[in-house]
């Protein structure tokens, strides 16, 4: 069965420290992962995706198949970071979310 | 474009009283999906429509009925109310961006069942 596990709920760093969001999921095909943020009071939006290779505002996430694991990474926190930030597997038709995880990124 | 609407943004409804959550979106995709989220839960998927004419269900479907009118809209009813179906509701659409999939989301519904 598909998962999506992001073993943190909460996750408190200083500005300017770096910052990983944990992602590992479970899957047998081949999959496409993404990073959604939900800023307080805003609808979720995407951040990225691991097809794209991009980094988006300092965030990047590299897909190691060998790990099962696409986690979150972000060299220097800024206090802006604070959010909600939710992992997501598409299987070819549906998106799997995990639990997500709130970062506070504290001044 | 508006992108992904929903209606009504807040609700508060009696035990057994009955509702429908309606979405819309003018992006022409063919894609459109209902979650619930919850504090601890994430987001799971209530339903989904993978085009015009068909739905399935997701993870979490009992208590929820959906309906895809047309290409645009993609409703959701709850035809007796239950307190465990208190929750923020989302609508979101799907498109193809070359090789990969991009989900738009609705603002949210915010749902108290008393």
């Known amino acids: 069965a598909q998962r999506v596990t992001q073993p943190e709920k909460l996750l408190s760093v200083f500005k300017g420290a770096p910052v990983e969001l944990k992602c590992n999921y479970s899957?047998?095909?081949?999959?496409?992962l993404f990073w959604y943020v939900q800023y307080s009071r805003q609808r979720l939006q995407l951040l990225l995706r691991h097809i794209s290779r991009e980094s988006i505002k300092g965030f990047t996430a590299d897909l190691n198949k060998g790990e099962t694991s696409f986690h979150l990474k972000k060299p220097f926190a800024q206090e802006e970071d604070s959010a909600m930030y939710y992992c997501a597997l598409y299987t070819g038709n549906q998106f799997y979310f995990g639990t997500g995880t709130s970062l506070t990124v504290i001044p | 474009n508006a992108g992904v609407t929903q209606t009504p943004k807040f609700q508060v409804l009696k035990t057994g009283q009955s509702m429908t959550l309606q979405c819309a979106q003018d992006m022409n995709h063919n894609s459109m999906y209902w979650y619930r989220q919850d504090p601890g839960m994430g987001l799971r998927l209530i339903y989904y429509s993978a085009s015009e004419g068909t739905t399935d269900k997701g993870e979490v479907p009992n208590g929820y009925n959906v309906s895809r009118l047309n290409k645009r809209e993609f409703s959701l009813r709850l035809e007796s109310a239950a307190p465990s179906q208190t929750s923020v509701y989302f609508c979101a659409s799907t498109r193809r961006q070359g090789k990969t999939y991009e989900q738009y989301f609705g603002p949210g519904t915010r749902l108290t069942v008393t």
């Open positions: 899957y047998s095909g081949s999959p496409e």
